[in-house]
């Protein structure tokens, strides 16, 4: 039987309300979980989170980042957004 390598995906995805360290302990997390994501990267002075992946579905990418409250720019970043932002930022203070 022959194996296929999977081809590795990079995406980059520009985010709303990153902060800082505790952010992005909680994106890195979050992103993860989800199946096919093999690494993420985050640039908290860009705002920019880097995703390689073997098969993730990148609007699935999206909308994780949006319900944690980092939601891509240029998307509606509402008042419940930035309050998800704000208590995901604490939490990930207390786990890094």
Not at 18 to 45: F, M, S
Request: hydrophobic share 40%; proline share 1%.
């Amino acid at each position: 039987m022959e194996k296929r390598k999977l081809e590795m995906m990079n995406t980059d995805i520009q985010i709303e309300n990153l902060k800082c360290g505790g952010c992005a302990a909680t994106i890195k997390k979050g992103i993860l979980a989800l199946e096919g994501v093999k690494d993420v990267a985050i640039n908290i002075e860009k705002s920019i989170v880097s995703i390689a992946s073997e098969k993730a579905n990148i609007e699935e990418i999206k909308a994780k980042l949006s319900k944690l409250g980092y939601p891509e720019v240029g998307d509606k970043n509402t008042v419940l957004h930035k309050a998800k932002s704000f208590v995901s930022c604490a939490v990930g203070r207390l786990d890094s």
